[in-house]
């Protein structure tokens, strides 16, 4: 039967699974839902109620995005997507935390908006988007520190490079208009040779249409 992955279109976090998943060549079911809606299956597999969420033949579910990823590393362990030296394996983990802090800030932010005019935290928001930007900063003097300028640790992709580049494709489709791009020309560079990947062209994220009322 193999893996089902319950992930939702514009989810980053999803999109880093199913990146990893594709260049490791695991065939996975992909079972695309909306997990702010009462059709969602997420609650039976995860008590979080989030999305992604690994299902391998066991039944067991996997869930939290970067755990999943330390799941699949340790279960399908070629192609290595974490390097071989312990302080690079160790700043790997660093930059998926800050790119998924970047992704947490970006759907608070998201959610405040919901809140429709008058009701919204502009403080709130604020805090959020200094996280983005201060998250961003980080990824793009990564990107500067780096040896190749195409990967953030040596010549060939890391999980650094899946979960930066997923939010990086996120803030694309999400957030079309923030001057990223422009403020940080090499993250951009960076950004687009990943995006070329057919594992990260063919995972593209796309909005979702929330019927239900969430906040
Ligand atoms: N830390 C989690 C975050 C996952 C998450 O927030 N998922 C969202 C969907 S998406 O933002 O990724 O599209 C979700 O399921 N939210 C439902 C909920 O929070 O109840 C991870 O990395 O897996």
């Given amino acids: 039967m193999g893996y089902?992955?319950?992930?939702?279109?514009?989810?980053?976090?999803?999109?880093?699974?199913?990146?990893?998943?594709?260049?490791?060549?695991?065939?996975?079911?992909?079972?695309?839902?909306?997990?702010?809606?009462?059709?969602?299956?997420?609650p039976k597999y995860n008590p979080l109620e989030k999305l992604p969420?690994?299902?391998?033949?066991?039944?067991?579910?996997?869930?939290?995005?970067?755990?999943?990823?330390?799941?699949?590393?340790a279960k399908h362990p070629d192609p290595p997507m974490l390097p071989k030296d312990i302080d690079d394996r160790l700043f790997a983990k660093q930059v998926e935390v800050v790119a998924d802090g970047i992704c947490d800030a970006l759907v608070l932010c998201f959610f405040e908006k919901?809140?429709?005019p008058g009701k919204e935290?502009?403080?709130?928001?604020?805090?959020?988007?200094?996280?983005?930007?201060?998250?961003?900063?980080?990824?793009?003097?990564?990107?500067?520190?780096?040896?190749?300028?195409?990967?953030?640790?040596?010549?060939?992709?890391?999980?650094?490079d899946v979960a930066a580049?997923?939010?990086?494709?996120?803030?694309?489709?999400?957030?079309p208009d923030h001057p990223w791009m422009n403020k940080h020309p090499q993250l951009k560079k960076y950004w687009e040779g990943l995006d070329a990947r057919e594992s990260f062209a063919s995972t593209r994220p796309?909005?979702?249409?929330?019927?239900?009322?969430?906040?």
């Fill in 4 to 42: 089902t992955l319950i992930s939702a279109t514009p989810s980053p976090y999803a999109r880093k699974v199913r990146i990893l998943l594709a260049e490791k060549g695991v065939p996975f079911t992909l079972q695309t839902e909306v997990p702010w809606e009462s059709t969602t299956e997420t």
């Fill in 53 to 73: 969420v690994l299902i391998p033949d066991d039944g067991k579910p996997v869930y939290e995005s970067h755990y999943i990823l330390e799941w699949i590393e």
């Fill in 114 to 116: 919901q809140r429709g």
């Fill in 121 to 160: 935290s502009e403080p709130w928001k604020a805090r959020q988007m200094r996280k983005v930007e201060g998250g961003l900063q980080a990824l793009a003097t990564w990107v500067d520190q780096s040896s190749s300028g195409k990967f953030l640790i040596g010549d060939s992709l890391t999980l650094a």
């Fill in 165 to 175: 580049g997923s939010v990086l494709g996120y803030m694309a489709v999400r957030w």
């Fill in 206 to 215: 796309s909005p979702q249409n929330i019927k239900d009322q969430i906040v």
